[in-house]
């Protein structure tokens, strides 16, 4: 039985396996038919894009059509992924992970923690744009206050604070003592090995957690979205950022459909590059463009609070957004 996203062909090959090809087929065929966040092709997309400037940017300052589209803009993730998959063109793939992280990285901060920008992270992480992670997640967080286990395990493995790994370790096993979701647990477990450098636990955590992806039942995540988990490949890419190769390279990929194979070899075996943005925002949307292509600042906290400092982020990030749109 095909159990794999690809098999071998004849001449020794990777190819989609048929019945993957088949149940992304009906999946994406039945959550277009509800209309969940899908766009007919790009043309469509853009003429969606064209109507928030229309209701929300005409006519408006710069600054405020920046702030706008931080808040509103969304991109054809599950158009770009569907013709990326059947296609088996990892590179295309590559970019619409990249093209989804660039979005949400410069997203809304206000009222957000690091906890909150976590997510975001691993699917940096899968997108392999691994100088923004310390962008959402700054070492001085770690002396500011303590934070949800992965979080915490992410930045004291990501700027390698040997000094307090002991004290998180014993909190998130502390954490484990209580009844987790498989999901959650499985994730927190990898991330361990990792601070552990184990690399067998690494490879069966991160194979509970790809298979624990069939029992979310969360909000927006439907039959689709449970065959292809990018957070899955954030999660395996940052043992290639915090480990070195030999070692990364021993965690076994899983043998799930919902992990790409195929994707995590081509970016480990080309240097894990960033992707780019493919679509061009035609004007009067050019101001996406640039946004999208703007390395963001860096988050700080509000003083004596645990929140983001969303001022400063936007109005930093607008600065730099106009400077760099004045240029083009």
């Not at 899908?38 to 006519?59: N, P, Q, S, W």
């Not at 989804?100 to 690091?114: D, K, L, Q, V, Y």
């Not at 992965?150 to 502390?174: C, F, I, K, T, Y």
């Not at 915090?242 to 919902?258: C, F, G, N, Q, T």
Request: hydrophobic share 40%; with cysteine.
């Amino acid at each position: 039985m095909e159990t794999g996203f690809t098999q071998k062909d004849s001449e020794g090959l990777s190819v989609i396996t048929a019945t993957y090809r088949q149940q992304y087929m009906k999946a994406y065929a039945d959550d277009s038919a509800k209309g969940r966040g899908h766009y007919r092709d790009v043309t469509a997309y853009l003429d969606a894009c064209r109507k928030i400037f229309d209701d929300y940017c005409d006519g408006k300052p710069a600054d405020q059509q920046v702030h706008t589209w931080r808040g509103l803009l969304r991109v054809p993730w599950k158009l770009a992924a569907h013709d990326a998959l059947l296609a088996e063109d990892m590179p295309a793939l590559n970019d619409a992970l990249f093209h989804f992280a660039a979005a949400e990285g410069c997203r809304n901060w206000t009222g957000s923690t690091p906890d909150y920008a976590y997510p975001t992270v691993k699917r940096l992480l899968a997108a392999g744009m691994f100088d923004r992670v310390p962008l959402l997640l700054p070492e001085e967080f770690l002396d500011r206050g303590t934070w949800a286990p992965m979080a915490s395990v992410v930045m004291v493995l990501w700027h390698g604070r040997e000094d307090l790994a002991p004290s998180v370790r014993v909190r998130a096993h502390r954490h484990l003592e209580r009844k987790q979701p498989k999901l959650y647990e499985a994730e927190l477990r990898y991330l361990l090995a990792l601070l552990d450098e184990d690399s067998e636990e690494a490879s069966i955590q991160l194979s509970n957690y790809v298979n624990a992806v069939s029992r979310v039942s969360e909000s927006g995540v439907g039959p689709l979205e449970k065959l292809f988990w990018p957070f899955a490949h954030g999660l395996y890419n940052l043992a290639w950022k915090v480990w070195p190769e030999d070692r990364a390279r021993s965690i076994r990929l899983p043998e799930h459909e919902r992990f790409c194979d195929d994707l995590a070899l081509w970016q480990s075996e080309n240097g894990f590059p960033a992707g780019t943005v493919r679509i061009s925002y035609p004007e009067p949307l050019g101001l996406v463009n640039t946004l999208l292509a703007t390395t963001p600042p860096p988050l700080h906290l509000l003083p004596h609070e645990d929140a983001f400092d969303e001022a400063r982020y936007r109005a930093e990030l607008t600065t730099a957004v106009l400077a760099s749109h004045g240029r083009r």
